[in-house]
């Protein structure tokens, strides 16, 4: 604990006529170990200087009670963006699915966008089941922040009734981040038939990105009826959307993939010859043998490495 006469002192500067002095005092709250200092926090959260405000911000993340929460939704409509961005952010490291109350009762009052967009992505990991319905209507906000934190929260939250409104997301939203974070949100549903047909169309999207998420999702739903599309994915002009698929193809076991497999092992990224070595082993295809043996010259070590671990699997 600080000497009392530190802690004084720091009480005392929080009072200065000068912001910097103010704004110091607050980053040495941080050092203490007193019963009242949210309290003074909160405080500082009041503060005429922005920079002290978001100093406090910031050190409230470490403190879980309905008034600091409250005090930190009431600052995301600060006039500073620092001060905004970081209630957001102390608001998302929020543990106690109990802290949800004052998240959910703010909601309906939040008319900016990064307001709603910051609740959301507080409310994200509390996976509050009454998060469900706003965040399903707020898919249709006009704006992409508050889409993407919405279906964050719709990830977590794994309920089916979702998807068909996720799937619309993903095949047609105008922002890239959204129809990239609804491609993976796509990833918890047991009914493939509901997915794979938007998983599909999000292979052919324009942006990368998204095709690297959904030939990511296909393998983790194990959907067998999109390895022709995973193969075809395999041309694909990037790398990381071929690293992604090559994944998804060893996951899924596909002895169709085997020559587009083994054409990766030979290409220029070693990340990309790596994944196609380890895919390679999970086929199970003895004709890959030879592109193997040949990958154990590989001037990357760890290609070396999973080729012959690879072929250890070949030979059970």
Known sequence: MMPATNFADIRSRLAS???AVRRIAVMDLLDCDEDDIDQLLLGAL???DAKVRAEA???LEG??????????IAVLDDDSAEVREAAAVSLSELKDAAMGDGLLAALPGASLPFAQAALFRALRE??????FEPALS????????VRCAALGVLGYLKNPAALPDIARVAGGDVDVEARRIAVGALGFATELSAVVPALKKALLDASWQVREEAAATLGKLLA????DD????????????RLKAARSLGRLKAKTALPALIDALGHEMSNLRKEAAVALGEVGDVAAIPALEQALDDSDPDVRKLARLALTQLSK
């Open 46 to 48: 009041q503060d005429a």
């Open 138 to 145: 707020a898919l249709a906000s006009g704006d992409a922040g």
């Open 126 to 131: 509390l996976r509050r089941p009454e998060a």
């Open 230 to 241: 995973l193969i075809a994915a395999m041309a694909d002009p990037y790398w990381q959307v």
């Open 63 to 72: 403190y879980e009670n309905p008034a600091v929460v409250d005090a930190l």
């Open 224 to 227: 067998s009826e999109a390895i």
């Open 17 to 19: 006529a000068d912001a």
């Open 57 to 59: 911000a910031r050190l």
